[in-house]
Nanobody, 126 residues
C-alpha cells in the first residue's frame, strides 16, 4: 500500500508563490508517476500537472502552463509543485496522486491513478 501526503497549502495574495509537497510512503516497490489535481465545491477534479517517475517528463494544464512547475526528489520520495504568479482562480484543494509505472510515462487523467492524498487547501485572495 502506498500513502501520499500533501503539504504547503495556505492563504496568499494574487501574484504570490507557493510550493506544495507530496511525500510518498509505504510499500514503494518500483517507480511511481505522480500527478497534481485540484477541486473546488463548484468544479470537478481537474488535472493540473504530472511528472514521470524519473522526473524527466512533465505535463501541465493550459491554465497553469508557464506559472506552475512540477519536480521531484526520488531520494526523498517527494514530489513538488511550485506555483508562481498565483491567481484567485487557482483557489482549490490540491491533491497529489500516484501510480506504479513501468513505462516511465506521465499520466494526465485522474482515473489513471490509484493512490491519492487527502489534499491541501490553497486560497488566493485578490
Amino acid at each position: 500500500q502506498v500513502q501520499l501526503m500533501e503539504s504547503g497549502g495556505g492563504l496568499v495574495q494574487a501574484g504570490d508563490s507557493l510550493r506544495l509537497s507530496c511525500v510518498l510512503s509505504g510499500t514503494l516497490d518500483g517507480m511511481y508517476a505522480v500527478g497534481w489535481f485540484r477541486q473546488t465545491p463548484a468544479t470537478e477534479r481537474e488535472f493540473v500537472a504530472a511528472i514521470s517517475p524519473a522526473g524527466t517528463r512533465t505535463s501541465y494544464a493550459a491554465s497553469v502552463k508557464g506559472r506552475f512547475s512540477a519536480s521531484r526528489d526520488n531520494a526523498k520520495s517527494t514530489v513538488y509543485l511550485q506555483m508562481n504568479r498565483l491567481k484567485p482562480e487557482d483557489t482549490a484543494i490540491y491533491y497529489c496522486a500516484g501510480v506504479g509505472s513501468v513505462t516511465g510515462a506521465v499520466v494526465v487523467t485522474a482515473r489513471g491513478y490509484n493512490y491519492w492524498g487527502q489534499g491541501t487547501q490553497v486560497t488566493v485572495s485578490s
